[in-house]
C-alpha cells in the first residue's frame, strides 16, 4: 500500500498519474507533440496541488521503462531518477508493453474498446510500439496481462506471429498497431493510447513485493542501440 507518482514518456505521449493503494487519484497527459522535458514536470506539479499531496507523501516514483522512444524514455528516467535521488525514496521500473497491456485490459473492462467478448476470451493481446518503417516492439501477453513471449524488435510481414493467429485472436494496439492492420487482415485493431494510468496497477504490485531499482545504475530499456543519423545537410 503506497502513494505512487507513475511516469510514461515513451511515446508521442506524455503521461504522468498519481495514485494511493493501486487506485488512481489524478491524471494529466498530453499527445501534442515531443517537448515531454517541460510538460513531465509541469503534470507533476498539477497533479500535487490538484490532490493536495506533498513531495515528501510520495512512497516512490514509477516510469514506464521501454522500449520507446530513445529521447523520451531518457527524459521520464531521468527525471525519475532525480525525483528519487531529492526525496531519497525508491525507483520502480514498469516496462512500457505491460503497462500499455494494462491500459487496454482497463478499457475492454470498461467497455471502451470495439472488441466482442467471444473475441476477448481466446485473444493474444499484442502491443505495438513504433520502431519505424515497418518495424515495431512488440509482445504477446493474454487477456489477464501475463507476458507469453519475450519483448522484441519485429519487422511486420503477412507471416508475422503465424503459430499465434491459428491459436486465436490477435488484438493489435498502440502507435505501431495501425499500420500493420493490411499486412495483418485476420488481427483486430483497436485504439490504446500508452498511459501512465496503465502503470498504476503494476507499480504498486512491485512496491509490495519491494522490486525496486539502483538508482544509480538504471538506464532504461531500449532494446536496440541509439542510431545517429548524419545530417543530408551540406555544411558550407
Not at 68 to 89: E, H, P
Not at 131 to 159: L, W
Request: glycine share 8%; proline share 3%.
Amino acid at each position: 500500500m503506497a502513494l505512487i507518482l507513475s511516469i510514461e514518456t515513451g511515446t508521442d505521449v506524455c503521461s504522468v498519474a498519481l495514485a494511493n493503494d493501486g487506485e488512481l487519484m489524478a491524471l494529466r497527459e498530453s499527445d501534442e507533440g515531443r517537448d515531454h522535458a517541460k510538460k513531465v514536470a509541469i503534470f507533476v506539479d498539477e497533479l500535487l496541488k490538484e490532490t493536495g499531496v506533498q513531495p515528501s507523501d510520495l512512497d516512490a516514483i514509477a516510469v514506464g521503462k521501454g522500449p520507446g522512444s530513445y529521447t523520451g524514455l531518457r527524459i521520464g528516467v531521468s527525471f525519475a531518477k532525480g525525483m528519487c535521488y531529492a526525496l531519497n525514496i525508491p525507483l520502480i521500473a514498469v516496462g512500457s508493453l505491460d503497462a500499455l497491456t494494462e491500459v487496454a485490459r482497463e478499457d475492454f473492462e470498461a467497455g471502451i474498446l470495439d472488441i466482442e467478448d467471444a473475441d476477448w476470451v481466446s485473444a493474444h493481446l499484442t502491443p505495438m510500439v513504433d520502431a519505424r518503417r515497418m518495424e515495431v516492439y512488440t509482445q504477446i501477453f493474454d487477456t489477464h496481462g501475463i507476458a507469453k513471449t519475450d519483448v522484441s524488435a519485429e519487422v511486420i510481414t503477412a507471416e508475422s506471429f503465424a503459430d499465434w493467429r491459428a491459436k486465436g485472436k490477435l488484438v493489435i494496439f498502440g502507435n505501431g498497431a495501425q499500420k500493420c492492420c493490411e499486412l495483418l487482415p485476420d488481427a483486430i485493431y483497436v485504439s490504446v493510447t500508452p498511459s501512465a494510468r496503465g502503470i498504476v496497477t503494476l507499480a504498486e504490485q512491485a512496491f509490495n513485493n519491494s522490486q525496486f531499482e539502483d538508482i544509480a545504475y538504471f538506464e532504461p530499456f531500449y532494446l536496440k542501440d541509439f542510431i545517429v543519423i548524419p545530417s543530408k545537410k551540406k555544411l558550407l
